[in-house]
């Protein structure tokens, strides 16, 4: 199957600070990427979709002044998370699907812990 | 509202069958999804059905009915490895995942 890399893997940042998660595809075309979070023993959560060169569609509920994506190639989009506090401390995936796809790939997970 | 409904946990023998069932109200259908999450990872793909029936792919087994809005994935010769978070997920009419709370599977020697 197809291959997303999605780095780093963990950080761990102080409260106030940025931070930015990358997520790649490797062997295609990414269309469409998705920014989910879950929360320990809950499902994952939607927080964003974006096309490549247009806006991410944000969900409700989800700042979008706070959490910034930019999907500005076919094969990387970021997600960074400004001023963070505890309460950001979560996993954060991302899923990509190229056009006609109808999987979506996932990246590893990166695991954010503020403090 | 959309949504999808799945048991919350699971107990199996290892070396047994296991069926893990998925309900469904979604705007629009296309395609269901199972996937494999283990704590602290990402989900990995297991299958797909976007037709009714059965589909087969080693010890693993999805089954779709549309008209009922309902899914089950079929574990078969459980392994401890086996032991995860599955995960059902619909894509709506927008083409967009949406994602049951998953169902914890333990498996017991």
């Not at chain 1, 997303?4 to 997520?23: A, L, N």
């Not at chain 1, 991302?94 to 109808?102: F, H, I, L, N, P």
Request: with cysteine.
């Amino acid at each position: 199957g197809a291959v997303v890399s999605q780095h780093p893997s963990r950080v761990i940042c102080k409260s106030g600070t940025s931070v930015k998660i990358e997520c790649r595809s490797l062997d295609f075309q990414a269309t469409t990427m998705f920014w989910y979070r879950q929360f320990p023993k809950q499902s994952l959560m939607l927080m964003a979709t974006s096309n490549e060169g247009s806006k991410a569609t944000y969900e409700q509920g989800v700042e979008k002044d706070k959490f910034l994506i930019n999907h500005a190639s076919l094969t990387l989009s970021t997600l960074t998370v400004t001023s963070a506090h505890p309460e950001d401390s979560s996993f954060y995936i991302c899923s990509a699907t190229g056009q006609g796809e109808t999987e979506a790939f996932f990246g590893q997970g990166t695991r954010l812990t503020v403090v | 509202g959309q949504n999808i409904d799945q048991p919350t946990e699971m107990t199996a023998t290892e070396g047994a069958i296991v069926q893990i069932n998925c309900t469904y109200q979604t705007s629009g259908f296309n395609g269901l999804f199972w996937y494999q999450q283990h704590a602290g990872e990402a989900p990995t793909f297991l299958s797909y059905n976007v037709l009714d029936g059965l589909e087969e792919k080693g010890r693993f087994s999805s089954f779709l009915s549309r008209s009922k809005g309902y899914s089950y994935l079929l574990l078969k010769e459980l392994q401890m490895k086996d032991s995860a978070s599955y995960l059902c997920a619909v894509k709506d009419s927008n083409y967009q995942l949406i994602w049951g709370a998953g169902t914890k599977l333990i498996i017991k020697p």
